[in-house]
T-cell receptor
């Protein structure tokens, strides 16, 4: 089975740094993805990790430890527009394809 | 290059009616995925299709729900005899045929179904 856990809500201050954690227990693993979803909109791709370590992309970084079943998304220099839901997802290697299993998402609120 | 196009964006149906949701994948993408998102819940996988083939429908309810991706035209998710519990946002996503590395799912803006 697939189980992905992430905090339901987080609050941070504009200009600060926030780390959103994700733990997973899955029957298979072929990559971990982070998506951003603003209310009423499509999820948009942020980052992808398949090997252990840190991937950096501008203000966003994502880390993966496969042995611990753990990832985090790091957002720096927070802006008000970063207020959104952040979705952690694991790709299922069985059956081919790009099937993702999502966590319930972390609702981030950025305050002044 | 248009993204994943879904229509209608909003659909209202009465209990017992049928709902048809359409999805045109990105140009060059031949794999289509449907997800359902209930209020305050995560995206739940429903079905994965390639042209004229259902590859994985493990997330589809056993009754009333069906999906197709014909050789010509958009993918369609069909819900027959809708019930209030079907009210949700239905997202379509597409990806390229190559399954290497960081090929990502690109999502459409979703179709929001409300059952009265």
């Amino acid at each position: 089975g697939q189980n992905i856990d992430q905090p339901t809500e987080m609050t941070a201050t504009e200009g600060a740094i926030v780390q959103i954690n994700c733990t997973y227990q899955t029957s298979g693993f072929n990559g971990l993805f982070w998506y951003q979803q603003h209310a009423g909109e499509a999820p948009t791709f942020l980052s992808y990790n398949v090997l252990d370590g840190l991937e950096e992309k501008g203000r966003f970084s994502s880390f993966l430890s496969r042995s611990k079943g753990y990832s985090y998304l790091l957002l720096k220099e927070l802006q008000m527009k970063d207020s959104a839901s952040y979705l952690c997802a694991v790709r299922d290697p069985t059956g081919g394809g790009n099937k993702l299993t999502f966590g319930t998402g972390t609702q981030l609120k950025v305050e002044l | 290059n248009a993204g994943v196009m879904q229509n209608p964006r909003h659909l209202v149906r009465r209990r017992g009616q049928e709902a048809r949701l359409r999805c045109s994948p990105m140009k060059g993408h031949s794999h289509v995925y449907w997800y359902r998102q209930l209020p305050e819940e995560g995206l739940k996988f429903m079905v994965y299709l390639q042209k004229e083939n259902i590859i994985d429908e493990s997330g589809m309810p056993k009754e009333r729900f069906s999906a197709e991706f014909p050789k010509e035209g958009p993918s369609i998710l069909r819900i027959q005899q809708v019930v209030r519990g079907d009210s949700a946002a239905y997202f379509c996503a597409s990806s390229p045929p190559s399954l290497s590395g960081a090929n990502v799912l690109t999502f459409g803006a979703g179709s929001r179904l409300t059952v009265l």
